[in-house]
């Protein structure tokens, strides 16, 4: 246990030495303190009157159908609905772009870890190869969980503060993105460990990345394709990550609604769980 802390230590020093850390930091403080500022709402009985942002005025509102008229009128939109709105949108783009943000801001530690003369210090103690890695990557994963719990807490208690309504369930965005930040990073991981190449490592992360938009559309591209490009196509979709699809589960979360189907999360982190195998008997068996 005191081996993994120390390893695990090391890294949280590292990270909070990068400035892109702190950058991040900085960029989630911002994000908060404009929705606690910059933004004032005027509530009337349970809908939004108006939207005020850095005195800029908008009145919020829906078309919706008279049913004796039928023409569409404009009506006023509910507090709760605006909150689930501000909500999905703010917690889609931290699942996108904080994941973005950390595989690049935390992709030099595994290259850092593995320089030589410093891997050749660490594996002479009396510490296993898996408790060195164990350790590096646990620092990284909750190092991701703090900020991630910083910027869509932080938004969540401003947004919640201001209107007065308490949605608990949309911080189950949090351990979403830490798991697909989790999952992604497996490949930044084991690449390095193989190549030691961390920029090879990073173009293979996003480009999984960009493949899962083009996986998201399975349903509309399987249809023209021939039975051997399907069966492809379909493996691909099953054996990779589904990094894309799994905003679909975050979205359900943020709203409230019932989830349709956990496979796209469940099968990412197989994929993720995999590949960390991989490269975890790659560590223990390659010489330094």
Same mark, same amino acid.
């Given at each position: 246990?005191?081996?993994?802390?120390?390893?695990?230590?090391?890294?949280?020093?590292?990270?909070?030495?990068?400035?892109?850390?702190?950058?991040?930091?900085?960029?989630?403080? +911002?994000? =908060?303190?404009?929705?606690?500022?910059?933004?004032?709402? %005027?509530?009337?009985?349970?809908?939004?009157?108006?939207?005020?942002?850095?005195?800029? &005025?908008?009145?919020?509102?829906?078309?919706?159908? %008279?049913?004796?008229?039928? &023409?569409? *009128?404009?009506?006023?939109?509910?507090? %709760?609905?605006?909150?689930?709105?501000?909500?999905?949108?703010?917690?889609?783009?931290?699942?996108?772009?904080?994941?973005?943000?950390?595989?690049?801001?935390?992709?030099?530690?595994?290259?850092?870890?593995?320089? #030589?003369?410093?891997? %050749?210090?660490?594996?002479?103690?009396?510490?296993?190869?898996? #408790? +060195?890695?164990?350790? @590096?990557?646990?620092?990284? *994963?909750?190092?991701?969980?703090?900020?991630?719990?910083?910027?869509?807490?932080?938004? =969540?208690?401003?947004?919640?503060?201001?209107?007065?309504? =308490?949605?608990? @369930?949309?911080?189950?965005?949090?351990?979403?993105?830490?798991?697909?930040?989790?999952?992604?990073?497996?490949?930044?991981?084991?690449?390095? *460990?193989?190549?030691?190449?961390?920029?090879?490592?990073?173009?293979?992360?996003?480009?999984?990345?960009?493949?899962?938009?083009?996986?998201?559309? @399975?349903?509309?591209?399987?249809?023209?394709?021939?039975?051997?490009?399907?069966?492809?196509?379909?493996?691909?979709? @099953?054996?990779?990550?589904?990094?894309?699809?799994?905003?679909?589960?975050?979205? #359900?979360?943020?709203?409230? &609604?019932?989830?349709?189907?956990?496979?796209?999360?469940?099968?990412?982190?197989?994929?993720?769980?995999?590949?960390?195998?991989?490269?975890?008997? =790659?560590?223990?068996?390659?010489?330094?």
């Amino acid at each position: 246990m005191r081996t993994l802390s120390g390893s695990l230590l090391l890294t949280f020093r590292e990270l909070w030495a990068m400035r892109l850390t702190q950058g991040i930091l900085l960029v989630s403080t +911002l994000a =908060w303190l404009f929705l606690s500022f910059a933004m004032n709402l %005027d509530v009337v009985e349970g809908s939004l009157a108006a939207v005020r942002i850095f005195g800029l &005025e908008s009145t919020p509102s829906d078309m919706i159908k %008279d049913a004796e008229t039928g &023409e569409w *009128v404009r009506q006023a939109v509910s507090v %709760d609905k605006f909150v689930v709105g501000i909500n999905s949108f703010v917690f889609g783009a931290s699942y996108f772009l904080g994941t973005l943000l950390g595989l690049f801001a935390t992709m030099p530690l595994i290259r850092g870890f593995l320089e #030589q003369g410093r891997i %050749d210090l660490l594996i002479s103690k009396p510490v296993s190869r898996n #408790q +060195l890695l164990s350790g @590096h990557l646990l620092g990284v *994963v909750l190092t991701v969980l703090v900020l991630a719990s910083y910027l869509v807490g932080g938004v =969540w208690v401003a947004l919640s503060l201001k209107t007065g309504v =308490w949605f608990t @369930h949309v911080l189950m965005s949090i351990p979403l993105i830490v798991i697909m930040f989790t999952v992604m990073y497996s490949v930044i991981l084991t690449v390095t *460990v193989m190549t030691r190449s961390n920029g090879l490592a990073l173009i293979l992360a996003y480009g999984l990345i960009f493949i899962s938009a083009i996986m998201a559309a @399975h349903e509309q591209i399987l249809p023209v394709l021939s039975p051997t490009a399907k069966t492809a196509f379909n493996t691909m979709y @099953h054996l990779l990550p589904n990094f894309v699809e799994v905003v679909i589960i975050q979205a #359900q979360l943020v709203t409230g &609604e019932a989830v349709a189907s956990w496979y796209s999360l469940i099968s990412s982190i197989l994929f993720g769980a995999v590949i960390y195998g991989l490269g975890f008997i =790659w560590f223990n068996r390659r010489d330094f």
